[in-house]
């Protein structure tokens, strides 16, 4: 999934699928998985608005950036 999608009351805001945020088992700081170059790189991040459909990313990823929506293997 590209994080290609700002939101319109703040353009600095990406959208992903709720399925592209991970949690630790005993909680902590949310993270997502980001693509580069060598391979995948979990990136924590800083969430605006959570609900079933998608997850408004207030920080931790740039747009363009392609998300994995299943945990990969790292």
Same mark, same amino acid.
């Given at each position: 999934?590209?994080? *290609? ?10 959208? #992903?699928?709720?399925? $592209? ?5 005993? &909680? &902590?700081?949310?993270?997502?998985? #980001?693509?580069?170059?060598? &391979? ?15 997850? $408004? #990313? ?5 747009? &363009?950036?392609?998300?994995?929506? *299943?945990?990969?293997? #790292?």
């Amino acid at each position: 999934m590209v994080t *290609d999608v700002p939101c319109y009351e703040n353009p600095a805001i990406r959208r #992903v699928p709720s399925e $592209a945020i991970f949690h630790e088992p005993e &909680g &902590g700081q949310p993270f997502t998985y #980001v693509q580069t170059p060598s &391979g995948w790189e979990r990136r924590e991040v800083e969430l605006e608005l959570v609900n079933n459909i998608g997850v $408004a #990313v207030h920080s931790g990823l740039s747009r &363009g950036e392609v998300v994995a929506v *299943d945990e990969p293997l #790292v």
